[in-house]
């Protein structure tokens, strides 16, 4: 079986603009947050604000969904780009041994603000930054060392050498012409959630760019909003000091 690599994130971290370069280079079959898909809407969802009458999907457990990235794993490379609070019960050193883990990390002014300009009724249990701390933490003490963090605006400014130092950190090669690609594309035929209304942006997209923020700035949020933020933001702060620095 290869090692399955994971590229762990927050909600509207820019992480789907990753695995869209990912998907780019054409030597991994890339997966868009399969745990998530049953965490939301599997026959036993574990989303908060799920209630009676909503979508499942009979069959979708996240069991199933392991064992469906295992299969795939023993016959070619795969990468995931997912969230750890949909598993965070399943961590343990086996489970977690059959990934090479990265992370991908971003300031909780934007997160926040952008999951409430989508979700004004979020949970805060759906923001996810404890759970990446705590399984950052748990993989530290694991291996002995911390692995690979990227902060979202380093790899926006500098695409080039963030995305080269991602890919010396998982051992895959660097290819940069997946760095760039012709906009028009779907995101939605890879995302499972609300016909992939949440990556527009995306689909008239040419690479990795800084993006012009469209919601509210979080001195203008709600204070709830606000209180999420703080409570978000130390979590951010310690995998901030474990990121990758190019140009030093």
Not at 22 to 48: K, S, T, V
């Amino acid at each position: 079986m290869n090692k399955i690599i994971a590229l762990w994130a927050v909600p509207r971290s820019t992480s789907t603009a990753f695995e869209w370069m990912m998907r780019q280079r054409g030597d991994l079959e890339c997966l868009h947050e399969p745990f998530g898909e049953a965490w939301y809407q599997g026959e036993e969802p574990l989303w908060q604000r799920w209630k009676s009458g909503d979508r499942t999907t009979p069959g979708l457990t996240l069991e199933s969904v392991w064992e469906d990235l295992q299969e795939r794993a023993a016959k070619g490379a795969v990468f995931i780009k997912d969230f750890p609070h949909y598993i965070n019960h399943m961590w343990g050193a086996e489970f977690l041994s059959h990934f090479t883990h990265a992370f991908l990390i971003r300031d909780p002014a934007k997160t926040v603000t952008s999951i409430f300009n989508k979700w004004p009724d979020f949970d805060e249990g759906e923001v996810g930054f404890p759970e990446q701390r705590a399984l950052f933490d748990l993989l530290t003490a694991l291996d002995g060392a911390p692995p690979p963090v990227i902060d979202s605006d380093d790899l926006l400014e500098n695409p080039h050498e963030m995305v080269r130092a991602f890919c010396d950190a998982v051992d895959i090669p660097f290819i940069e012409d997946a760095l760039t690609w012709d906009p028009g594309g779907d995101p939605s035929e890879h995302s499972w959630w609300d016909g992939g209304s949440f990556h527009h942006n995306l689909a008239n997209s040419t690479g990795l760019t800084p993006q012009k923020r469209r919601y509210v700035e979080i001195d203008a949020a709600p204070e709830r909003v606000k209180q999420v933020h703080r409570r978000m933001k130390p979590h951010y702060d310690h995998l901030y000091r474990h990121r990758i620095r190019v140009g030093h």
